[in-house]
């Protein structure tokens, strides 16, 4: 009896951050301003989902958020320790996975493939130019990690915002999944459940090295 006391409490707290500080007031739509053009080497995507239908009884799901990077140039670049052929569009997000906490390549798209996230939302921006990469890579030198301080949200955010200029996002208060969906909405161009076609296996890097995992 104890136990459910306590997991009614965390579920409500949790309920009650959400509702209070994640929800965002409507405001005027907004255009997205870096419309990926013929000269932009790609394109990064920041998503979330809210957790809406996944939560298990009394203890709700808060959802995830996640980046998208895209290649659109005739040669590979590197993002995070990770090689992105032409063509090809990996998703990046940091987790407490078991095997690994902090940034797996491709979780993501993984489970979007089995039918995971349902209501997930979107929005993109170019990646003008090799400076804008740099910025990109030097962010998550130090952020292949995860904890209560540094979340998905967090770093998928703070990885957008580093390129984004005049499309930058903030939240005010508890910054959640939620939130972050009701900033992507504000803009005309945001797209809902989009797939990650040319997505590879997930993996993450340990030692320097590239490795493939199975999720379980």
Not at 3 to 28: D, G, R
Not at 45 to 68: C, K, Q, T, V
Not at 177 to 204: C, D, H, Q, W
Request: aromatic residues 10%.
């Amino acid at each position: 009896m104890k136990k459910l006391m306590v997991l009614s409490i965390m579920a409500v707290s949790a309920f009650c951050c959400t509702v209070l500080f994640a929800c965002s007031p409507n405001i005027a739509v907004r255009d997205i301003s870096g419309v990926v053009n013929i000269d932009s080497i790609g394109e990064i995507r920041i998503y979330s989902f809210d957790g809406e239908g996944r939560g298990m009884f009394l203890i709700p799901n808060l959802g995830h958020a996640w980046i998208s990077v895209k290649n659109l140039s005739d040669d590979p670049f590197v993002i995070a320790g990770y090689t992105v052929d032409p063509d090809e569009e990996l998703t990046i997000g940091t987790w407490a996975q078991e095997a690994y906490w902090g940034i797996w390549f491709n979780l993501e798209s993984y489970y979007l493939k089995n039918n995971l996230y349902k209501g997930n939302v979107s929005v993109g921006r170019e990646i003008a130019d090799h400076v804008d990469l740099e910025i990109l890579n030097s962010y998550t030198k130090d952020k292949d990690t995860w904890n209560f301080s540094q979340n998905c949200t967090l770093f998928a955010l703070g990885m957008w915002n580093t390129i984004a200029r005049e499309d930058k996002m903030t939240i005010n208060g508890i910054i959640t999944p939620a939130g972050l969906k009701a900033k992507i909405k504000e803009f005309k161009t945001y797209e809902a459940e989009r797939m990650v076609a040319t997505a590879k296996n997930p993996s993450l890097i340990q030692g320097g090295k590239l490795i493939e995992v199975t999720p379980k």
